[in-house]
């Protein structure tokens, strides 16, 4: 609903106001080619002008699929610590791959379990499956119908529901618990999540494993 009511703002301040200082800084000013090159396939990647060494190709590969599968099984583990569920890990890993290979094939940038996602479909009580592929269908109607519309979301309304839904992602039950039992893991928790909040999602995790590998050492 926030989504909805950004939408309706933003294309009113930038349709209808004169005074575009006032406007707020919408999806499409930082991204003008979504009004124009919305597809759901692109194979332009594989034109010779934008040859890419080899050795680039594999490092960079092999950066994503360490990143995505770290954060795949995270937010597999939340979800089960927060619906008392286990998901099957092997499983997971193997969608995740087959998705990833026809999102590259078909010249789309890569998929991943995520965090926030995951814990607003806990929020919500939407645990099954289904939601999954109800998001994904949705998802799919906006690019096909409605890409033009969304672009006109602020990126204030994009910052403001990602920021709040990774905050949520810490309760304060599990902060109190760990700085009564254990404060190096506490300390662990927030620079992880002040990173992950402010920075960036990927580095946040891969400096909170290796704050974890350090204790264990």
């Known amino acids: 609903m926030i ?4 939408v ?3 294309a009113v301040m930038k349709l209808a106001i004169e005074d575009q200082s006032i406007a707020p800084i919408i999806l499409s000013d930082i991204y003008p080619d979504m009004r124009t090159k919305s597809q759901l396939v692109d194979f332009s990647y ?22 995505a599968v ?7 583990r939340i979800a089960d610590n927060k619906t008392n569920t286990r998901f099957d890990q092997r499983q997971e890993i193997f969608g995740m791959s087959i998705a990833n290979i026809v999102s ?12 926030i996602r995951t814990n607003v479909n806990v929020q919500t009580k939407a645990t099954h499956k289904t939601s999954q592929f109800i998001n994904a269908i949705i998802v799919l109607l906006i690019v096909v119908f409605m890409a033009n519309v969304f672009t006109y979301i602020p990126m204030c309304v994009i910052a403001s529901i990602l920021v709040t839904s990774s905050c949520r ?5 599990v902060m109190k618990q760990l ?24 580095m946040g995790l891969l400096i909170g494993m290796l704050l974890s590998f350090l ?3």
């Open 169 to 173: 992602l810490v309760p304060m039950t």
């Open 104 to 115: 590259g094939l078909l010249g789309g940038t890569p998929c991943t379990g995520v965090l």
């Open 179 to 202: 700085w009564n039992a254990e404060r190096f893991d506490f300390w662990i928790l927030i620079i992880t999540w002040l990173i992950c909040v402010f920075k960036d999602g990927a």
């Open 3 to 6: 989504a909805i009511v950004g």
């Open 215 to 217: 204790k264990l050492g």
């Open 46 to 67: 594989w034109s010779p002008k934008k040859a890419i060494p080899f050795g680039n190709i594999i490092a960079g590969s092999a950066k994503v699929a360490f990143v």
């Open 70 to 76: 770290l954060e795949t099984l995270i937010s597999g």
């Open 8 to 10: 309706i703002y933003g």
